[in-house]
């Protein structure tokens, strides 16, 4: 039962070709190289981008990773918005399309807090969890 003092649960539409691109990238020897051409092939795919900023973030490089999540994130919300989030409401980690999103909002705040931006990390840490508390546990992790 939906509670009516909330907005509706956003759920944004599958690209399957773009998360079996993903998933192809990722288990290839040279997932270094393969993930940009995922990325350039499917430039509103958020997942792409967060599968990047990972990678940047694991190789201590948080310049990067900032700049992959925030593309991430700001291709996330346009797709939400054209979705009809209004700015507020569920973003169900349990919609596998939604993701993408959550992950690239999660490493941006994993990459601010790394480049000494700690009220930007605590405002996305926050809104991941506004988004869905299961998002912000199952990344924590």
């Known amino acids: ?17 773009a998360e079996t691109a993903l998933a ?3 288990a290839t020897d040279a997932p270094a190289t393969a993930l940009p051409q995922v990325a350039a092939d499917h430039p509103t ?14 190789n ?3 310049v990067s990773a900032y700049a992959f999540a925030r593309t991430g994130y700001h291709r996330g919300l346009d ?3 054209r979705s ?3 700015g507020a409401g569920p973003v169900p980690w349990s919609h596998r399309p939604n993701r993408g ?4 909002l999660h490493q941006l705040s994993r990459a601010a807090d790394a480049i000494g931006e700690a009220d930007e990390a605590a405002r996305c840490a926050q809104f991941l969890r506004d988004c869905d508390p299961a998002a912000g546990d199952a990344l924590a992790g």
């Open 1 to 17: 039962m939906q509670n009516l003092l909330e907005p509706p649960a956003t759920l944004l539409p599958s690209d399957d070709d």
């Open 24 to 26: 192809a990238a990722l």
């Open 45 to 58: 795919f958020s997942g792409a981008w967060a599968a990047l900023a990972i990678r940047a973030h694991a």
């Open 60 to 62: 201590d490089d948080p």
């Open 79 to 81: 797709q939400l918005r």
């Open 84 to 86: 009809g989030w209004k």
């Open 101 to 104: 999103f959550l992950r690239a």
